[in-house]
C-alpha cells in the first residue's frame, strides 16, 4: 500500500515539474517548485516508514523548514529585487539613514 503512495507522489513531481517548465508566471513557478519540495519531504516521510527508520523524521521536518524559508526568501527577492530591501524601506520611512 505504501509502495502505491510512493508511485503516485512520484507521479505528482513529475506533473509538477512540468508545471516549472511550462508555469506562465514567475509565482507559479516558485509555487510548484514549493509543492515539489513538500512532496519530498512526505517521499522521506514514506521511504522512512518503510525502511524501520524513524530517523528520517527528523530529516523531513528539517527539509520542510528549508523548503519555506527558500520559497520565502526567494519570493522577497523577486518582489525587491534585493533580500536586504524591506529594511532599507522600513529604515527610509522611519527617517533613519545608514551610510555604509
Same mark, same amino acid.
Given at each position: =500500500?505504501?509502495?502505491v %503512495?510512493?508511485i503516485v507522489?512520484?507521479? %505528482?513531481?513529475?506533473i !509538477? !515539474?512540468?508545471?516549472?517548465?511550462?508555469g506562465?508566471?514567475?509565482?507559479?513557478?516558485?509555487?510548484a517548485?514549493?509543492? #515539489?519540495?513538500t512532496?519530498?519531504?512526505?517521499? #522521506? $516521510?514514506?521511504?522512512?516508514?518503510l525502511t524501520?527508520?524513524?530517523?528520517?523524521?527528523?530529516i523531513?521536518?528539517?527539509?520542510? !523548514?528549508?523548503?519555506?524559508?527558500?520559497t520565502?526568501?526567494? !519570493?522577497k527577492f523577486?518582489?525587491? *529585487? =534585493?533580500?536586504?530591501?524591506?529594511? *532599507?524601506l522600513?529604515?527610509?520611512?522611519? $527617517?533613519?539613514?545608514?551610510d555604509?
Amino acid at each position: =500500500m505504501f509502495e502505491v %503512495c510512493l508511485i503516485v507522489l512520484l507521479i %505528482c513531481v513529475i506533473i !509538477l !515539474l512540468w508545471r516549472v517548465y511550462i508555469g506562465p508566471t514567475l509565482y507559479d513557478r516558485v509555487i510548484a517548485v514549493n509543492s #515539489i519540495g513538500t512532496l519530498a519531504v512526505l517521499i #522521506i $516521510g514514506v521511504v522512512g516508514f518503510l525502511t524501520e527508520r524513524p530517523d528520517f523524521l527528523d530529516i523531513a521536518l528539517l527539509y520542510a !523548514l528549508i523548503n519555506f524559508i527558500g520559497t520565502i526568501a526567494v !519570493l522577497k527577492f523577486f518582489r525587491y *529585487k =534585493m533580500v536586504d530591501a524591506g529594511q *532599507k524601506l522600513t529604515n527610509e520611512k522611519s $527617517g533613519v539613514y545608514d551610510d555604509s
